[in-house]
């Protein structure tokens, strides 16, 4: 018997719940990373991937198996993440390179330390990807979402239509003006003196 306001789930058999199993283990750390490349932190990337699976799995029973399951599954966490930003009061993100201000006036440097084996290696590849990682996070919703789905994932402009359910021509146009806005952004990241 379910406990009053508990939220109830449809019962399931064996062999569902194994499929289930199945399909978290296949996609899981896929619709992760797409999660994590749009929220841009571990902590809402963990929740939009819970929250994904939890409407899968409430909707595992209607799932067309004609259907493009993992268009649905990145449909779901894209709007998962455009409602996260929509119910999300709006914050000011402050960039840790950016020195903090004194009450007299003057500039500290911040110092955050590097906890990895071998910092030497990664320090190039780890200011692009944070960079480009901050880059992604000023883009809307809309323009962000169509970068990963193509640029990062590989979809094409009619996969990305049929995930975020708009016309080709949107995604053309939403992917071109993400990255001449990514571009514009991440200038300042190409070494010295390279030519365009």
Not at 85 to 102: F, G, N, Q, W
Not at 180 to 186: C, G, I
């Amino acid at each position: 018997m379910a406990r009053s306001g508990a939220t109830s789930f449809p019962s399931y058999r064996r062999e569902e719940l194994e499929a289930f199993e199945v399909l978290i283990q296949r996609y899981g750390r896929r619709i992760y990373n797409i999660a994590y490349r749009m929220a841009g932190n571990d902590a809402d990337a963990k929740d939009l991937t819970q929250e994904a699976f939890i409407r899968i799995f409430r909707a595992f029973r209607r799932i067309n198996p004609d259907a493009s399951l993992e268009s649905w599954l990145y449909r779901i966490v894209s709007n998962l993440y455009i409602d996260m930003l929509r119910r999300r009061p709006k914050v000011r993100i402050e960039s840790l390179d950016a020195p903090v201000m004194t009450p007299k006036g003057g500039e500290i440097q911040r110092e955050v330390p590097d906890e990895r084996a071998d910092p030497a290696g990664e320090v190039l590849n780890t200011q692009l990807d944070a960079g480009v990682q901050r880059a992604l996070l000023a883009l809307s919703p809309d323009l962000c979402a169509v970068v990963v789905l193509s640029d990062i994932e590989g979809y094409s402009y009619e996969e990305i239509g049929m995930i975020l359910r708009v016309p080709v021509g949107t995604v053309k146009s939403r992917l071109h003006r993400a990255r001449r806005t990514l571009q514009e952004r991440l200038q300042h990241l190409r070494p010295q003196g390279s030519e365009g």
